[in-house]
């Protein structure tokens, strides 16, 4: 077996998955397609070549994990810098109120009867 399989099969389960979301393939459940890559792949290899393989694909997933984690910490805080720019804005009277604005008031009497009845409790 060659390791260079193993980068992609990552990538192409994601072009799968893409395809899917686009209705050019149907639906791709990654149980699916790890069991297909065993089956064709993996099932007949030596002990001590699946060893190997195991400790490639760890080093993989701790990667990918990390790299997921810490953009996850990057969107958050893009996020929390935008709502601050807006709440700012909406502070000094420059907002420009739409729809979408997070920080648009509401008037109670608009509110849904049950956020009315916490708002009428405090």
């Given at each position: 077996m060659q390791y260079h399989d193993v980068y992609d099969w990552p990538k192409n389960f994601l072009e799968d998955s893409l395809m899917s979301e686009n209705n050019?393939?149907?639906n791709i459940f990654v149980d699916d397609y790890i069991e297909s890559i065993i089956n064709a792949k993996i099932d007949n290899i030596e002990e001590i070549k699946l060893e190997e393989l195991l400790t490639l694909i760890s080093n993989l997933s701790s990667f990918y994990s990390r790299l997921r984690?810490?953009?996850?910490?990057?969107?958050?805080?893009k996020?929390?810098?935008?709502?601050?720019?807006?709440?700012?804005?909406e502070a000094e009277?420059?907002?420009?109120?739409?729809?979408?604005n997070p920080f648009k008031r509401i008037d109670k009497n608009d509110l849904p009867e049950t956020i009315k009845n916490i708002l009428e409790e405090e």
């Open positions: 050019e393939l149907e984690v810490s953009l996850d910490e990057i969107l958050g805080e996020i929390l810098s935008r709502l601050l720019e807006e709440a700012d804005k009277g420059f907002s420009d109120i739409s729809d979408n």
